[in-house]
Structures are given as C-alpha cells and as structure tokens.
C-alpha cells in the first residue's frame, strides 16, 4: 500500500477505534452508576460517538473544545485518559477534577478542553469568549463550541451568535442535534426545526450534516474549520444524531417509540456502519475489528478499576481550589 | 468464570426496586446493550441493559420480585463455553475507600475541615513628603484600567458604551484613543453574552475587565458570573484559572427608582470563589481596582455612582495597588465602632463628627472588600469599644451588615456591652417619589440615633 494511502487507512482505523472506546467507556459507566459507584447525574453519550469523534479527526492542535454536560466522549477524542474521566465520575482524588467535578464539570486545560458545563447553554457564550481570545492573540485555533437542540432555544446562544458574526470570531458552533431536550421533542420545542438555520439572521452559514456517519462528520468540520481559520467568522454544524439512552441515567426514555430507537440502532449505528464500510473497502477484516474491540475492552476495564480502587479526595480538598 | 449482574441503581437516589421483567432467560447469548430486565424505581420502568457479553447462566431473582437491594447478584453471566455450575467472579468493584488526612490529628477539633484564613498584608507606606492629588473617583479608576493596560497587554476593557462613548459615566474616557478598539471594545446591549463571552476569554489566559453599565444590568448575567466565574476553578481540580474583573456603579443613585436602585454587595459576597470590593474613596477605588485586575481570580467591583464626582487626595505614586480583603480605619475612635463600605462610609465619618461633639468617640471603618470580610480588623476594634453598628444601603435582610453583626456575637460576644446594631435602607423596592426616596434610605440621623441607642445616651 503507497505511504498516503496506510496513513489514510490508520486514520480511519482510528475513527473506529475512537467511536468503540466512547461506546464502551459509557457502558461501563453505566454499569459503575448500576452499581451505585457514580452518583447524581450522568449523562451517556452512546450513539453519538460520530459527531465528536469526525470533527477531532478534523481538529489541529491548539483548537479548543467546550460542550455541556454530556461530555465523556469529548474528552475520550481529545485523547484525555480514560482513566482520569472514569474516576471523576466515581469521585476520586485520580480524577481529572480530583473528584470535584463529577460527570458534568470536567475540564482539562492541557487539552484544551474548557467544560464539561452544567448549566444549558452557558458554554455557548464561554465558547464564543476562547474564539474571541484566538482573534486577540492573532492565533490560527478554532473553538468546537457543542451544544444541544435542547440549548439552541437558549436567548444567550443567540446574544453569542450576534457577537461571533459582528467580530468575526473563529467558533464553529456544533448542534448536535439527537432530537430529545430531556423528554421534549424538537417538534414541540423549536418553531424552526432545522438548526443549520438557527443563525441565518445574524448572517451565520449552517450546513446540515449526518451526525451517524463519521466521515461525513470529518469532511464537514474540515470545511467548516478551514472557513474559520481563514478569517470568515463564525460557522454552525447542525449534527443530526441520536442518543441510544436516556437523558440521564435515570430517564426511561419513555417519549419516544421503540420503532424510532430501533431503527436508529439496527439501521444506522455510527459504529457498526463504519465498521461494515472498513471492511467493504478491504482496510480490515472481521477479525481486526474484534481485536480493537478487545483492546478497546481492555482499556476501559482498566479504566473501571482504576476509578473505583482510587481513594476519595483527601478531606482538606474541601477548601482547596475556591481561589488561585 | 461467570460473573454476576448486579441489581442496578437507575436514579441518584435509589436503593432498591422490582424487577419487573426479564427480557431475557437462561442459556440466552446477550452482548453489550442487550436489554435484560426492566426495572422499576420509585420514579419510573427503566430497562436494564447488558454491558458484558456472555451467555446467562441462572436467574437468581424472579421476575416480579419486589424490594430487591441495589447491588445484589439478580443473574449470572457465563463466559463462551462455560457449564452453568461455575462459581461467580466477585465483580471488580469496591465500595469508595474512606479517604484519609495526611494531617496529623487534632486534639479538640479537625482543623482540616476549617476554611482556610487569608492573611491580609497592611496597606504600603506611602513615602513621607508624596504629592497628594486631588483626584476624582471616576479619574482614580480610569487612571488604574489605563495603568494597568499598559502594564499587561493581556487586560482589555469590555462593555456597553465604553468605547466611542467614553463611557456611560464617563469612567473610561480616553481609553479609546490610548488602547484603540482592539482592548476597548464596545458590545451591544447583551450582558449575559458578552458575560459569558468575557469568562471564556479569562479561562483562556485573557484578563478582561467587564464594565456593566450599573450592576442592576448583570442580573441578566448571573449565571455567568457565579456558575462559570465563580466556581470553575474549584470544579476543575484549580485547572481553570478566570482572572476577571466585573465592575460599574451599584446601589442607588438618585430617583431612578426600584429597578435601577440596588446594592447587590451581600448577593456576590456569598460566593466562595469570588471576591468583592466596594471602595469609597478615590485613592482606595484606584489602588483597589488596580489590584482587583492583577487579582488571579474573579472579582466583583462595586462602585458607586453619586461618588464618582467625589475629589480626594491620591497619593501620586508610579504603582499604588492597595491589598484586597483588608478594612481600613478612618477614623480612630475609643467609644463604639461603626462599619460600613462605599458611599455610606462618608455619612458614618459626619455622623462621627456629630457625635463627637456630644461626647462619642465613635471608630470608623470602611471594610473596603466585602470578600474576604476583614473579620480581625472589626474584632478588634470591638474588643476595644465593645459596641457596634454597622451602616449600609442595601436591604436589611442577609446584609453585609447582618453578617458583620453575626460574627461579632459569635466571635466577640462576653466583649459587648450592647446588642450588636443595624442601620439599613428600608425593606422596601426603592420608591420614585423624592419623599419616599429619601424615607428608603438610611440618614446620618438615623445612624447617630443608633449609636446613641447602643451607647446608652438615648
């Protein structure tokens, strides 16, 4: 195989391989929650995993990511320890918050990862505030700023997306779009559905994109970063994608019909689709993806043990980290 | 080696429910996401999906049961091929182990849960034989921004008219025509957005300071400010860093009535992770401003309108920064103390002049920062005086002055001779009527009458 081509053959492989690990790090923390070992709320992000996982494979060092509370898979494509993820959620002192966080609140400013942000729709404008600190500092970064269907009814998104065009600032909002706000429907939640529109009077372009499908996913955000970089302004991606799961843990999921849920796990599984497509075009065979599934397995039992053989915070983190 | 499949919790606060259903039966090939049982909480059906792969060995709980304990075994789960007699794996999961201090234990009370103090330095000497300059509160803080700009190319000036206007007050004239458009930056009218946009610039690295044209306009904004400014270092395991400043004229001006009339001081001076600084003289507000920008941490900056044309010596110093979270005693006096901060510091020294004619020698002292209260500055002094008021505009109920008052009857209760005093505006929207205006707000009358009261002179 010429050189180009096994690289471009490792970069899917990749894509793959960053869409298991997502998927399997959520079911294991399902399964940590189950067991009482995650507390509060924990938001899964399984069935998701194209959206996050194409726009890394996109993304150039030095971008910054910021999303709300569903945050586990954002963190995992950014390459964050799995281990450090899991054992925030379980609360302990190896956390990346050191157990001050929790599921919601996790950041890690090496990465450049800004939130992990509880409140619906406050990254939004935080997002548009590390654009506008790349176009201060004469920086070529970009801000992923995600956010939901839910959150795009927010009035402080809005009051961003005037701003970002005004100043022409470097953020590419990412409306992942997975239909439900907890348990309201786009349909009776938004008068304008499509959300690639949401900007359309603050002159904001919206492409439309097919958040099951990672490559999709990848060619859009290349586009739409290059389109930032080059000093055009702000840029939204409205993802649709759909969540397997419900809300948060504790929600049945029961507004939606078995049939829709069905039809989005059998027919269009970001995972299991693309894994079809690798093996279609002979980059790999059955046997390989079971070995990443295993390696994958692997990773994030480690991760599960880690996280719930870690000690708790010491007790005089309770008043550490409230000021610098 | 089979494992067990444990009774799942399905919501923060579960700690049993029914298995109302198996969805699968014995010798059933499951993989990961295969829904096993429904299972009902207190709040709802939820059905319970496989994370392993496996084959199910026994059903250990019928469906139907009712009250079955989270985390007790309901099934096990055989690896390929294996006979269903096998013994199960405990799972790998352990209970959270009880974290222990390093610290060494203390004989009467655990230290390691006690909020850390802050240790304040005393103001810098300012050299004998400086040039004192008289100098506006609004010119005191225009000079610290432009001071401090041209200090640190990181800190910009953000918010509604500060730019092309020259400020709605005035504050930031010729910041413009200094630092161009680029560090002084008009936005529209959208305080949660540019907010929230300034936050996300701070946690990059950036050091903004956010005008708001009053403060009664950053309740649009409060979110931002406590959620995101406030509490993201300590959510971040101290990752995050958001040096900000938020600043503009709070309280009450002059018959702008309810909505354009408050004091917000107690509301930020709650919040863990914020400081609040509320300065009533010009030398102060300059030398604290400059300190609150360089501050590595988010802070409140309360000025006051009716204040701004005010004129008092500044010390003409190349560098005046002042330390935030230390009270300053203006007027020294044996007979009774009296706190206060910004404007109503000025009505307390005439007060104390009045009473001085009558005999009290009253202590003055203006806490400057409402976080961190300068606690041991007001102990002290009540220690010497064993009386108190304190005086404030802002609404009676959970004050800067109810908190003042509470620490000292916690702090310095045998030391008293009197109740602990306030003196407040009245718990009353601020009226528009000049009558009722004046009526809202507490008087230098008011404040004599009190000190009087805790004096016995009555």
Redesign the interface.
């Known amino acids: 195989m010429p050189e180009a081509a096994k690289s471009n053959s490792e970069s899917l492989k990749k894509l793959y391989h960053d869409m298991l690990l997502i998927r399997r790090f959520e079911e294991r923390a399902g399964q940590l929650y189950g067991m009482g070992l995650i507390g509060g709320f924990c938001h899964l992000y399984i069935g998701q995993e194209a959206v996050v996982v194409g726009l890394m494979g996109a993304a150039k060092q030095g971008d910054q990511q910021i999303t709300a509370y569903r945050d586990h898979g954002h963190m995992l494509a950014q390459g964050i320890d799995p281990k450090a993820v899991m054992a925030e959620l379980t609360g302990r002192s190896t956390g990346l918050s050191r157990g001050k966080g929790g599921s919601m609140h996790m950041f890690s400013a090496e990465k450049k990862f800004y939130g992990g942000h509880g409140i619906v729709g406050a990254q939004v404008p935080i997002g548009t505030g590390l654009a506008f600190a790349n176009q201060y500092r004469g920086s070529k970064a970009v801000s992923l700023t995600y956010f939901g269907d839910g959150a795009a009814n927010q009035g402080q998104v809005y009051e961003s997306f005037n701003m970002a065009e005004l100043w022409k600032l470097p953020v590419i909002y990412v409306i992942e779009n997975n239909h439900y706000a907890m348990g309201t429907s786009v349909a009776r939640s938004s008068a304008v559905s499509d959300f690639s529109k949401r900007g359309s009077s603050f002159g904001i372009p919206g492409v439309n994109v097919d958040g099951m499908d990672v490559e999709a996913v990848q060619a859009a955000g290349a586009e739409a970063m290059e389109y930032c970089r080059s000093g055009k302004g702000p840029i939204i991606l409205s993802m649709n994608t759909y969540r397997y799961r419900g809300h948060s843990m504790s929600d049945p999921a029961k507004y939606r019909s078995k049939e829709e849920l069905t039809e989005y796990r059998e027919k269009r599984d970001p995972i299991e689709n693309f894994g079809k497509k690798l093996i279609e075009r002979g980059l790999v065979n059955e046997q390989d993806l079971k070995q990443v599934d295993a390696e994958v397995k692997k990773v994030v039992v480690q991760a599960a043990e880690f996280a719930t053989e870690s000690p708790e915070p010491g007790v005089e983190e309770l008043y550490t980290d409230i000021y610098a | 080696m089979s494992t067990e499949i444990?009774?799942?919790?399905?919501?923060?606060t579960?700690e049993e429910g029914k298995l109302s259903k198996w969805l699968v039966k014995e010798g059933d090939i499951v993989k990961?996401?295969t829904i096993l049982a429904e299972i009902e909480?207190d709040?709802?059906?939820?059905?319970?999906?496989a994370?392993d792969e496996g084959k199910i060995g026994q059903i250990l709980v019928a469906e139907g049961t009712e009250g079955v304990k989270?985390?007790s075994p309901i099934a096990t789960l055989l690896a390929e091929g294996e006979a269903p007699g096998a013994a199960p794996a405990k799972?790998?999961?352990?209970?959270?182990?009880?974290?222990?201090?390093?610290?060494p234990p203390k004989e009467n009370k655990?230290e390691?849960?006690?909020?850390?103090k802050f240790a304040v330095p005393a103001d810098p000497e300012v050299p004998e034989g400086t040039e004192m300059v008289m100098t506006t509160v609004r010119d005191a803080l225009r000079d610290a921004m432009a001071e401090e700009m041209r200090r640190d190319e990181l800190v910009?000036l953000m918010g509604e008219e500060v730019a092309e206007y020259q400020g709605a007050y005035k504050i930031s004239q010729g910041l413009l025509e200094e630092f161009s458009a680029?560090r002084v930056i008009d936005?529209?009218i959208?305080e949660?957005?540019?907010?929230?946009?300034?936050?996300?610039?701070?946690?990059?690295?950036?050091k903004p300071i956010v005008e708001f044209m009053t403060w009664n306009f950053a309740m649009q904004a409060m979110?931002?400010i406590i959620?995101?400014a406030a509490k993201?270092?300590?959510?971040?395991?101290?990752?995050?860093?958001c040096?900000i400043v938020f600043r503009g004229p709070n309280g009450a001006a002059a018959r702008v009535a309810a909505q354009h009339s408050q004091d917000y001081a107690a509301w930020y001076a709650s919040v863990?992770?914020m400081?609040v600084i509320a300065p009533y003289s010009a030398a102060d507000a300059k030398g604290l401003l400059k300190a609150a920008i360089r501050d590595?941490?988010p802070v409140c900056f309360l000025e006051n309108e009716i204040l701004y044309g005010k004129s008092f010596p500044v010390p003409k110093l190349d560098d005046y920064v002042l330390p935030i979270g230390k009270a300053r005693i203006c007027r020294p006096g044996t007979d009774v103390t009296i706190v206060s901060y910004s404007i109503t510091v000025g009505q307390a020294l005439e007060a104390a002049e009045k009473l001085a004619e009558e005999g009290i020698e009253a202590e003055v002292i203006d806490l400057r920062t409402l976080r961190p209260l300068d606690m041991d500055t007001v102990l002290e002094s009540v220690k010497k005086t064993n009386r108190i008021v304190t005086f404030e505009q802002a609404w009676p109920v959970c004050s800067i002055g109810s908190e003042v008052c509470s620490r000292v009857a916690l702090e310095a209760f045998d030391y008293l001779d009197a109740p602990p005093t306030k003196v407040s505006g009245k718990d009353v929207p601020m009226p528009y009527a000049a009558n009722l205006e004046k009526l809202a707000l507490p008087t230098i009358l008011d404040l004599v009458e009190a000190v009087k009261a805790v004096c016995y002179k009555a």
């Open positions: 444990l009774m799942p919790a399905l919501s923060p579960m990961s996401g909480t709040k709802a059906t939820m059905e319970f999906e994370v989270v985390n799972k790998a999961a352990s209970a959270p182990k009880e974290a222990k201090s390093d610290a655990d390691s849960h006690a909020a850390p910009f680029r936005t529209p959208t949660h957005g540019f907010t929230g946009l300034a936050v996300g610039a701070a946690f990059d690295g950036l979110d931002q959620n995101s993201t270092r300590y959510m971040s395991g101290g990752q995050m860093s040096s863990p992770g400081k590595p941490n």
